[in-house]
């Protein structure tokens, strides 16, 4: 029996809309101010930086995840809840879903998005590709959050070869 | 140019808490980074000023606002068409002073601080959605019309409502007609 799409309980519960503009414009806002180059340049440098998008992201995730449905929260598959992610929360959070979903099985899954919404506004192609990881770190945060709330610790990185596709690369890390 | 013309997607709604969530979480952060109020205050100012000035560009070409020709009318575009659409709800607007050039934008429920009960402790003068400000500043400013923007009154610190004053700085040249006697 498929799990009714818990957003649609989400919905019910009044959600509420903003203008999607403002939230891109506010994550541009917070790429260009909280990835300043670490004082101590190096490799650890970039890295801190990254790491305060993706916890910020992660909180959201975590609220986020927080705010579904309890029937949601008895997913026991790992790859109903990889499913969840996305079909439910990338429909909830981009109004799209995820375009392909690979998995090895063992714990790592590759999550495609051909044209993720935060790099559509910034080029097509090639340009800009070393810049994109800078507007992919609050949402490699948000997917560890959810998932954190959803019972899964999790690594997530991602790739990206031609904006506006991107690669979210999730491994489950195991207890 | 490399990238093909922007599309405008057909849906520009977005699930509000990830807004107001993100928005919570940005606050948080500052927090940790600065620890005076005045920092973090300033600090979401200019984040916000620094939106305000693109987002401008976005609220002109979708709104199709008529021209304004005086602070008032400006004051109720912003707060009847612009808060309108980008936060969903709709403040009322109060003039100031008889020049007529000091507005407050009177918010009953204030959507940024949804999620928020109280100012965290030891952060009495923390200006939580100070955002907002700097947003207003930094639209007004690209369309050429310095003002200041401050909250007055705020919910989170106890007051009845939530109120934005706008100082338009400038007051326009009045050409007084000399009369010859």
Redesign the interface.
Known sequence: MRARSAWAGVRRLG?????????E???T??V???WAPHPDPGPGGQKRSLS?LE???F??GQ??GE?LPQETLGFREELDVLKFLCKDLWV????KQMDSLRTNHQGTYVLQDNSF?LL??M???L?YVEEAPKFLA?TCGLLCGTLSTLGFQSLVTTSVTSLPACKFQVVIRKP | M???A?RR?E????????????????V??LCEDHEKDEDVNK?LD??GY??GT??VE?FLARSCVRRCHNYSEITHIIAEVAFK????VTPSVTCNNSSKNAFSLILDKN?LSE?VEELPAGRSSLCYCN?LCGIIRGALEMVHLAADVTFLQDRLKGDRVTEIGITFLKQPKERKSQRRK
């Open positions: 959600w509420c809309m903003a203008d999607k503009v403002l939230f414009f506010l994550h806002e917070m260009a101010e909280l305060i916890s910020i992201g909180r959201v609220a986020l705010r909830a959070v981009f109004h919404p559509v506004p080029a097509s192609g340009q609050f | 490399s990238r093909p922007h997607p849906c520009h709604k977005i699930n509000k808490d990830l807004l107001v969530l993100t928005y919570g979480a940005l948080a952060q600090y200019k984040m620094g939106i693109r987002l976005d659409m980008y936060l969903g959507p999620f955002l």
